[in-house]
Structures are given as structure tokens and as C-alpha cells.
T-cell receptor, first 113, second 110 residues
């Protein structure tokens, strides 16, 4: 079964540093998403991306966040200047199956110190 | 997006059938009902999706009454590995973003 992959699995960074989280979508999927889940809390939508542009973003997705698909395969989430409260699991998801379900990756655990 | 209400937790034993009901009184005409499963420190996994009546796949069944204001996820003969959080989501639209609630923590005991 095709799957979404994410790297790294765990990223530790210092507050104020930039991080880039990477996702490799399922090959024929066209819709891409980032979600995050702070420990013990709900999964939260961050942003959706289609046709090389943002379709929708949440209040969480402020100017510190950006997404791109630089080489037509990887889908990245960049946090420019990390804050302690950015510590969370970040999940990439892609959509394009026969009933348009979203397939989630295994996540990247981001720890900001 | 329609808000959903589901039990915070449920307990069951191996081999039993488990039914988790979700209320979505404000469901819109073009909304689908989708259920996801999540294990600790893993991404949510799609289980099943439906619009009305009954949908069945190799993992579960989804029952949706005519008024679509609720839905029931049915897991036949659960095992210990079915212990997870189960989310009911309602929505649709062009971007199809998913809005997760707190879900139902299903604990299966031997």
C-alpha cells in the first residue's frame, strides 16, 4: 500500500532557529496538508496546498510558517523562528484516493528547547 | 463545519463488537461522515467514510440514519490492537480540511 513518508522523525532545535520538515506525498496525489498535534491535545489543521499554492490556512499558520513543493515531489513545512509552543507532532497528509480520503504520514516530533 | 459529539472513552473486551456513536446535528447537505483511528505517536489512519445508510469495508461498518444527524462506527470482534482513539469527522468542500475533535479513546481488555 502506498504511504506518506516524513523526515526527520524527530527534530530538536533551539528557540529562534529555523526548521524544515519534509514530506514525500503519495505519488499521484494532488492535495497536501499539514497538521500538528501538541502532546495530549487535538490534531489541528495548519494548511492545505493544491496546484502549488495555499488553498486554506488556519489561524495557527502565521507569518512564521511557510510551505512549498520545491522539486515537485517533496512537500515542506518551514518554521522560520521556532518558539517553545511550536513543540508538537507535525503530520503531513495527502489526498487523492478513490474516495478522497486523507493519508497521514508518521509525523515529525519537533522539540523546541 | 458541523460540530461532532462522541463519548470521551469506551471500554470493551476482546472478541466483542464495539459501537461508537457520534452526533452531528448541524450536518450540511454536502457533508460526508468520516472516521479515523489514531494510535499514540502515530498519524491518524482512515477507517471508513459514508454519506447515508450503511457502508461496510474489511475493517468496520458505518451506520447513518435517514436524518444523518448521527452515525455509528461498528468494529466487529475487537482485539487488543484496536485500542486507540477514534475520531468522527464531518465535512467536505473543495479543500477537505479535517477538523478533529477529542475523539473516543477505546480501551480493549483481554
Amino acid at each position: 500500500e502506498p504511504e506518506v513518508t516524513q523526515t526527520p522523525s524527530h527534530q530538536v532545535t533551539q528557540m529562534g532557529q529555523e526548521v524544515i520538515l519534509r514530506c514525500v506525498p503519495i505519488s499521484n496525489h494532488l492535495y497536501f496538508y499539514w497538521y500538528r498535534q501538541i502532546l495530549g491535545q487535538k490534531v489541528e489543521f495548519l494548511v492545505s496546498f493544491y496546484n502549488n499554492e495555499i488553498s486554506e490556512k488556519s489561524e495557527i499558520f502565521d507569518d512564521q510558517f511557510s510551505v512549498e513543493r520545491p522539486d515537485g515531489s517533496n512537500f515542506t513545512l518551514k518554521i522560520r523562528s521556532t518558539k517553545l509552543e511550536d513543540s508538537a507532532m507535525y503530520f503531513c497528509a495527502t489526498r487523492g484516493g478513490p474516495i478522497n480520503e486523507q493519508f497521514f504520514g508518521p509525523g515529525t516530533r519537533l522539540t523546541v528547547l | 463545519l458541523a460540530k461532532t459529539t462522541q463519548p470521551i472513552s469506551m471500554d470493551s473486551y476482546e472478541g466483542q463488537e464495539v459501537n461508537i456513536t457520534c452526533s452531528h446535528n448541524n450536518i450540511a447537505t454536502n457533508d460526508y461522515i468520516t472516521w479515523y483511528q489514531q494510535f499514540p505517536s502515530q498519524g491518524p489512519r482512515f477507517i471508513i467514510q459514508g454519506y447515508k445508510t450503511k457502508v461496510t469495508n474489511e475493517v468496520a461498518s458505518l451506520f447513518i440514519p435517514a436524518d444523518r444527524k448521527s452515525s455509528t462506527l461498528s468494529l466487529p470482534r475487537v482485539s487488543l490492537s484496536d485500542t486507540a482513539v477514534y475520531y468522527c469527522l464531518v465535512g467536505g468542500g473543495a479543500t477537505n480540511k479535517l477538523i478533529f475533535g477529542t475523539g473516543t479513546l477505546l480501551a480493549v481488555q483481554p
